[in-house]
Nanobody, 125 residues
Framework: QVQLAESGGGLVQAGDSLRLSCTASRVTSRYFTMGWFRQAPGKEREFVSSITWNGARTSYAESVKGRFTLSKHNSENTAYLQMNSLKPEDTAVYYC??????????????????WGQGTQVTVSS
């Protein structure tokens, strides 16, 4: 079974940057979409960004467009979420997720089969 390991969370001030990493292991196919979701206290988990297997296409939530960039290092099965100009409202637990074999740029949680444990991002004002 595919395993996802996230890293890079932490406590920063508003306006700072962070880079989250997510590495997939036990992968049996390179054709899978990777995504990031987040859940703030008292709120439902929401889509942040996703990227296709070859990194050719990406999708972003409106709230992070222009500030977050998702990229993928295929040989390492690792996705990087570069988060710039962070705001207090970005505070949440960030979860990495991947689909089963797929070339579709999925943005909905229901299409993701594998999930990481989550990494906390806290942005102080």
């Amino acid at each position: 079974q595919v395993q996802l390991a996230e890293s890079g969370g932490g406590l920063v001030q508003a306006g700072d940057s962070l880079r989250l990493s997510c590495t997939a292991s036990r992968v049996t196919s390179r054709y899978f979409t990777m995504g990031w979701f987040r859940q703030a206290p008292g709120k439902e988990r929401e889509f942040v960004s996703s990227i296709t297997w070859n990194g050719a296409r990406t999708s972003y939530a409106e709230s992070v467009k222009g500030r977050f960039t998702l990229s993928k290092h295929n040989s390492e099965n690792t996705a990087y979420l570069q988060m710039n100009s962070l705001k207090p409202e970005d505070t949440a637990v960030y979860y990495c997720a991947s689909t089963r074999a797929s070339t579709i740029l999925e943005t909905e949680e229901q299409h993701y089969h594998y999930w990481g444990q989550g990494t906390q991002v806290t942005v102080s004002s």
